[in-house]
């Protein structure tokens, strides 16, 4: 949600500097969503049991503290992958200095990440599910508030985007803050927990969590399938006119402000279902999300322009603007079926439940059919969301088949 804002900061600046703002956000989401596994993790290593005072126990804390080792070793290689992603954004942008300030900017956020994911994970376990909307809907608070204090700086746009990515690296560390507050009684037992894998990775058996590195990512693959193909989308976006890839990034941003606190509310529905024993827990957890998110796409659907001045001064009656933002509407109607239910079936089945399916609409279809596309001269702004809308459908559908697999599967074993 916090990449969306700060596009209406942007708005009265030309859409080169959104187009930047839009590309560079992107390529982070890649490293973030990468180190954002560690929820998956938590929760799926650990029970609700584990992380109560009168059932902790050592065992507990060696695993957790095994899991810390494993962040701080990705950590590490995040500081090598994001100094070489910036090189070669360096060799990539030549002349378009706007891409590299909005990157370095944001940067410092990126470090953060495995710690907050971690401590989400930790704060579902605890059923702190409440204490963790409200960091998130406070973390929202604190982002507006400095998107909207930047409104009254005259800021160059290279100034303006510095202090976007800067702002936004305290207010992520405040969030920390405020995530270590809320697990009340047991900061302490987590707090020796961390410090004991601090002490791990400085141990001569260090490689052992070096090693897990690849496995902790895993559960935020699909994610990291969906940030790497923005990323292109949107580069790519970019070359068709600044106005495309400013209107890009800013649906990127919106899709990824709906689809990441849907993946956690997901493994929530997921565990709860499991726990449940009834499948029908799945039905009304998949009618309660359809009641926001299909109204929601309807009303992009039906009034286009309404986004469209919100992120920037563009053109709205271009028919290219309005059918892009009127597709990301279908696509945001399909989100239940889609993003929610693959999150669930994470938990349900397995990690990679839906995975294959993700990488044949992405890999396997979107990705080529945009980049053939842009190779004959034929790309649009339209046409890449035609694209997207389409490889979503096709996720739709392989999903809502693993789903009715389960389903029956669950009903059959209830008897």
Request: charged content about 10%.
């Amino acid at each position: 949600m916090k990449g969306l804002v700060f596009f209406h900061t942007l708005s009265a600046y030309e859409p080169a500097v959104v187009a930047a703002y839009g590309t560079a956000l992107n390529l982070i989401m890649v490293f973030v969503i990468a180190a954002a596994g560690f929820q998956v993790l938590v929760v799926s290593r650990f029970r609700p049991a584990d992380f109560r005072q009168d059932t902790w126990r050592q065992e507990t804390a060696d695993r957790l503290g095994a899991l810390a080792a494993t962040a701080i070793a990705v950590l590490v290689g995040l500081a090598v992958v994001l100094a070489l992603a910036g090189g070669v954004l360096a060799l990539m942008t030549s002349g378009r200095a706007l891409v590299e300030i909005s990157y370095w900017a944001r940067v410092p956020s990126v470090w953060l990440v495995p710690v907050t994911s971690m401590m989400s994970g930790i704060l579902v376990l605890m059923g702190k599910e409440g204490v963790a909307l409200r960091v998130a809907v406070e973390n929202l608070v604190l982002t507006i508030a400095v998107a909207f204090a930047l409104t009254f700086f005259d800021l160059s746009g290279p100034a303006m985007l510095l202090c976007i990515g800067l702002l936004g690296a305290t207010v992520d560390l405040l969030l920390v803050v405020r995530q270590w507050i809320g697990l009340g009684p047991m900061r302490r037992a987590v707090g020796a927990a961390l410090r004991q894998g601090v002490r791990l990775i400085s141990a001569p058996g260090r490689w052992d969590y070096v090693k897990a590195v690849p496995r902790a990512v895993s559960g935020a693959v699909d994610a990291l399938f969906l940030a790497a193909t923005f990323t292109v989308v949107t580069a790519v976006a970019t070359t068709v006119s600044p106005v495309a890839g400013a209107i890009t990034g800013s649906l990127v941003a919106l899709i990824r402000t709906v689809v990441v606190p849907l993946k956690a509310y997901g493994m929530v529905a997921g565990r709860m279902t499991k726990q449940s024993d009834d499948a029908t827990t799945m039905t009304t957890f998949i009618t309660t999300v359809s009641l926001f998110f299909v109204p929601a796409g309807l009303f992009l659907l039906i009034s286009p322009a309404t986004f469209v001045n919100l992120v920037g001064e563009f053109p709205a009656d271009s028919p290219g603007i309005l059918l892009a933002v009127r597709l990301v509407g279908a696509q945001l109607v399909l989100e239940p079926f889609t993003g929610f239910v693959s999150s669930a079936l994470k938990v349900l089945v397995a990690p990679s439940a839906t995975l294959r399916s993700l990488a044949i609409a992405l890999f396997g279809f979107a990705l080529p059919a945009i980049l053939v596309l842009h190779w004959t001269g034929s790309l649009s702004l339209g046409g890449v969301w035609i694209v997207l809308l389409s490889a979503r459908v096709l996720f739709c559908v392989q999903t809502m088949y693993a789903y009715s697999r389960w389903r029956s599967r669950a009903v059959e074993a209830a008897g």
